[in-house]
């Protein structure tokens, strides 16, 4: 369209995951002085002004407007000469800038996710559409980020970003297991006064009935020590009717940074992470 500057139109990557996750909220960021350390970064463009050094003059829109003033005067005076239209002070346009100030914070996302032979490839494409969603959302938010891949079946173990989506395993499942390990990396690596933790398991809900005591107990701490602890149960349409589920184990944990979710087809897949993210927290996770 006539006027319209199409190069100022153009969207970039990162600005369109901005907008998708502009309604969403983590829980208390920057909560703890620790975590954050105001930074300097690249300066951004906030408008146009009147004034300004040489280096941010904006040619394109100076000429613009020398070209608006030679106009209206030739409307005024048709045998108005050019040449009488050197660019005058009024004309010059500067880009106006300013310092775009952000704190500094690590954050670490720990995906957990159960690996056993009861989670065909459906319920890990479901798991993965939710975990890209998770780790694009917490790097629009910090400038830092880590994530942690752990994998379990009747033991839980840190592996690689392939091997956790494309490796499954034979047997049961001991949800605990891949619980403990997230607690044993973060007390390793991730203290909580220094980054900001958010944990995520995936399961199709099935665990021994010995491991349900385990595994709430362990959940618990997780949420000792996590900004949020989060539970997607994955449930392809249908599997309800006969596979167990974790859902009401679970609803005994009295833990405001804890949420659950239910996904059973791609479709809840962004619904599911909105609503695991769009409520308001009030919890501050214990330092250890």
């Known amino acids: ?100 100030v952000r704190e500094e914070s690590n954050a670490v996302v720990v995906c957990i996710m159960d690996t056993s032979g009861s989670m065909d490839t459906m319920k890990k494409y479901l798991a993965r559409c939710f975990f890209f969603l998770l780790y694009q ?47 044993d990396i973060i007390a390793e690596r991730y203290h909580p006064s220094l980054w900001n933790i958010y944990a995520f398991h995936c399961s199709d809900g099935d665990n021994f009935d010995t491991d349900n005591a385990n595994a709430l107990r362990t959940a618990k701490e997780l949420t000792e020590v996590c900004n949020l602890f989060g539970y997607g149960e994955i449930k392809p349409l249908g599997a309800r009717a006969y596979e167990s589920s974790m859902l009401n184990v679970f609803r005994r944990l009295d833990a405001e940074n804890f949420q659950t979710v239910l996904i059973e087809r791609k479709e809840d897949v962004w619904p599911s992470f909105t609503a695991l993210l769009a409520r308001e927290r009030v919890a501050e996770p214990a330092s250890a």
């Open 1 to 100: 369209q006539p006027g319209v500057d199409y190069y100022e139109t153009d969207v970039r990557l990162d600005e369109l995951i901005e907008l998708m996750f502009e309604d969403l909220e983590l829980p208390d960021l920057e909560r703890k002085r620790l975590r954050a350390i105001p930074s300097e970064r690249t300066a951004k463009r906030k408008g146009y002004r009147q004034v300004g050094i040489r280096q941010r003059l904006d040619k394109r829109r100076t000429m613009r407007a020398r070209v608006k003033r030679m106009m209206a005067t030739r409307e005024r005076d048709p045998a108005a000469d050019e040449r009488r239209f050197p660019f005058h002070d009024d004309d010059l346009t500067y880009k106006h800038l300013v310092t775009d």
């Open 137 to 183: 959302f917490i790097r629009s938010k910090y400038r830092n980020v880590e994530i942690v891949f752990i994998a379990h079946h009747t033991e839980g173990n840190e592996v690689t970003e392939e091997e956790f989506f494309h490796k499954g395993e034979s047997g049961g499942t001991l949800i605990s297991s891949g619980y403990q390990k997230a607690l």
